[in-house]
């Protein structure tokens, strides 16, 4: 029975010690990789916050662009409709919107052809537009770019790897392996990065068009609004 549980005891210590050997943590993948991977696993990192904060900071500011009274027009046309012209640019000036600053500007040149009012408004919805893609294009890049530094870390890792192998003399197929999986930990940081920025542009640049397509709307129903019979 002694002999059973010290057998016992002795398998039990050694299936303790593999599964200690097996597990890994993402710190011991980070630190383990070198100078060269933690350097680049840092600008990974980097770069995925920029990229989470670039993606926060447009959704809250094209939100707030979308946000303005449904009763809007109607107010405007009214007031146009009475000739009350101040009226209506100081409800513009109320609202921190696009649409509103597209209509104040169409305001202020009535009077004018309606060829140059609609050159005004035109004018007016690409500076806009422009406002609300601040920053994304380069979500676009930090998709594109996190991959290729992520496979340049793995790249580097391998070839740390097989200098090790050359340095020893001797082909160590622990060393070559410990070398790769580490150095892929920089691949795997690297897609996460593109995936996460690929997905933030593609969903902002989705919700852009929509307000590029409510400032369209918003111009054609102020140029009907000029072009209707008093």
Known sequence: NMLFLQANAMSTAESTTEVKQESLSIMSLILDGGLANTIIIGVLF???ATAIYIYFERTFAIS???RIDANFMSVIRDNIASGRIEAAKNL??????????LVGK??????????????????A??????????NVSLLATLAGVGPMIGFL??????VMSFHAMATNGQADMSILAGGIYTAMTTTVAGLIVGIVAYLAYNHLVMRINNVTQKLEATTVDFLDMLNEPI
Not at 92 to 101: D, G, K, M, T, W
Not at 153 to 158: E, P, S
């Open 64 to 66: 707030s662009a979308k």
């Open 92 to 101: 513009c000036l109320q609202y921190n919107s696009p649409v509103a600053r």
């Open 106 to 123: 169409g305001i202020s040149r009535i009077g004018k052809p309606i060829d140059d009012i609609h050159k005004a408004i035109e004018n």
């Open 153 to 158: 870390g793995t790249v580097v890792g391998m």
């Open 46 to 48: 980097l770069m995925l």
């Open 125 to 134: 919805g690409s500076l806009e537009v422009y406002k609300l893609e601040k």
